[in-house]
């Protein structure tokens, strides 16, 4: 594996490769994909979301180190157009086939799947499913609906006996096409002013 990629892409099923249009591929986050914020950079992706905030070079190769070191438990993929040039090249190679050369093309969507360990469940593992953002004018790809089968897949080979999400009522219909059910009710408390995260 590259020490340039978050985790293993042999836990990332062929098929789901084969299920995206002509020149995209999936693939986990690599160390160059921040790329100073450029068009084509992960971070730009996330702002679909939400606000990102000022992260500095260093501030994500440390975050991304973080991840890596426990890549047991933090999966985050990316979806890449290989039809649209990047505006800066990274040097980053794989054997393996579907990873040609990360920071080549342009991302275009992600998320993420967080392993909890449980206590209950005979010590289960649960997935939680985080962030997953799509360009808007990737729109009617199903682009979402793949990065959400592959963070299933991983979550299923990583052993967890379930795996989970949050989302709004606008986007239930799109998950229930996922197949996810309803599931009680998500609560949230928001800290008014929050400190710097300290780990």
Avoid at 121 to 129: A, D, F, N
Avoid at 151 to 164: E, P, S
Avoid at 170 to 182: H, I, L, M, Q, T
């Amino acid at each position: 594996m590259s020490k340039d990629l978050l985790f293993d892409p042999a836990l990332i099923p062929d098929e789901l490769q084969e299920n995206l249009p002509s020149g995209y591929v999936v693939r986990p986050l690599c160390r160059t994909d921040n790329q100073v914020r450029s068009n084509t950079s992960f971070l730009k992706t996330l702002e679909v979301l939400t606000t990102v905030g000022e992260i500095s070079e260093e501030a994500f190769r440390e975050r991304f180190q973080y991840l890596q070191d426990h890549n047991d438990q933090y999966f985050t993929i990316i979806i890449e157009d290989m039809n649209v040039p990047a505006t800066a090249a990274a040097s980053a190679t794989s054997s393996t086939p579907y990873l040609v050369t990360p920071g080549r093309g342009k991302i275009v969507a992600a998320g993420t799947v967080v392993i909890e360990r449980k206590f209950i469940r005979g010590l289960g593992l649960v997935g939680h499913i985080e962030d997953i953002a799509v360009a808007g004018d990737q729109q009617g790809k199903k682009l979402g609906l793949r990065i959400i089968e592959t963070l299933k897949a991983i979550g299923q080979q990583q052993g967890c006996y379930k795996v989970i999400l949050d989302c709004s009522e606008k986007n239930v219909p799109f998950y229930e096409k996922c197949g996810f059910e309803r599931r009680g009710v998500e609560m949230g408390w928001y800290v008014n002013k929050p400190t710097k995260a300290k780990l």
